[in-house]
């Protein structure tokens, strides 16, 4: 899960990378919403590392405030794009 967790957490910022380099608005929404859901992955991640490590629940959510914040600016983004 932790290797999850990495994959999705990381790959958030690796696509914003290549929506800011976008050649489209349609292929920027398109890397936006790639963004989008690996945010939401990265949560589902978090809450599964919580659940199966129960003592690491305080330093857990810190990162999932995070990750809804993200999750909560991507959305956003993408709604303004059209």
Not at 29 to 42: D, L, M, Q, T, V
Not at 58 to 75: G, M, P, S
Request: with cysteine.
């Amino acid at each position: 899960m932790v290797n999850q967790l990495i994959r999705a957490g990381t790959s958030v910022g690796a696509n914003y990378s290549e929506a800011d380099d976008a050649e489209s608005k349609i292929d920027f929404r398109h890397k936006i919403g790639i963004c989008k859901k690996e945010s939401r992955e990265s949560k589902h991640f978090i809450r599964m590392i919580v659940a199966t490590a129960p003592e690491l629940k305080e330093d857990a959510k810190i990162l999932w405030q995070e990750a809804k914040e993200i999750n909560l600016i991507l959305n956003a983004i993408y709604k303004k794009v059209s």
